[in-house]
């Protein structure tokens, strides 16, 4: 564990994870924003255990770590939750149960999210998994990276209704094509910094101009080659844990719980810095 004056810090996996141990008022500050915005870039996801911060408070923390964004409504906190008495758009979060990157129907899509747990579920489940899409592009091998380097996916929202709802009836099917169109984005996103990462995840539909079967097989192989083991951690909620992603190198998911067990977690955002490119 490496330690400064105010944070305490340990890698949780070699690839992806890093715990900030740190009091309120360091992190309010912002005294230590930079430093926390290259440990997100660099390691994907920083997990600040039991913080407890309040609603203003993990407001005004994430207004330190750049612009914040609200949501589509307005409003600067979001209630995650399966269930529909708490969350009107619950149906909507059924996709979140699958491998994804936030915003990919945005021209830019957002930096990162911090999500807090308010309230743990009674069946014990609903942990989030997040994948380093940077270190899983860098292992692959020469041959596969030349071989994806300018392909192009074809990205719908409305792709993750299959996921979970394999026959939808027509209404169902439009409701969710009117919440986003289709978008061509890179398979590789070659990032400002230098980097390169995979955009993969339940939106992406078919690769653009390569036989179907090919395509379905290359997007299954390669989510499978993210999403392994050393790319990922799992993290276990407690009460109070606030969890940060860089939602340009990252994929997550929540594994699966009862819509009625009571789960509860708040998120707030950082408005994106760069397109995919």
Known sequence: MTTSTALSVREITPRIGTEIIADKAALLSGDHAADIRELLERRGVLVFP????????????????????????????????????????????KGSLYWHIDGTMNDVPILASLLQSVSLGSDGKG???????????????DEDKAEIES??????????????????????????????GDRDLPLVWRHRSG????????????????????????????????????????????????????????MH?????????????????LAGEEPFA
């Open 127 to 141: 942990d989030t998994e997040f994948c380093n899409t940077y270190a899983a592009y860098d292992a692959l091998p």
């Open 195 to 250: 980097r390169k990462s995979l955009v993969l995840g339940a939106t992406a539909r078919h690769v653009v101009d390569v036989d179907y079967r090919k395509s379905a097989e290359l997007l299954v192989r390669l989510r499978g080659w993210a999403t392994s083991p050393q790319f990922v951690y799992r993290h276990v909620w407690s009460v109070g844990d606030l969890v940060v992603w860089d939602n340009t190198g990252t």
């Open 50 to 93: 039991k913080i407890g911060f309040t609603d203003d408070e993990q407001i005004a923390f994430t207004e330190t770590l750049g612009t914040f964004a609200a949501e589509n409504r307005g409003e600067k906190l979001y209630k995650v939750s399966l269930d529909t008495e708490v969350n009107k758009q619950a149906n909507y979060l």
């Open 253 to 269: 998911r929540a594994t699966p719980y009862d819509p009625t067990s009571g789960r509860l977690l708040q998120r707030t955002k």
């Open 151 to 180: 392909l192009r996916v074809m990205h719908s929202t409305w792709n993750t209704l299959f996921y979970y709802e394999p026959e939808p009836d027509i209404r169902t099917l439009r409701q969710m094509q009117a919440i986003g």
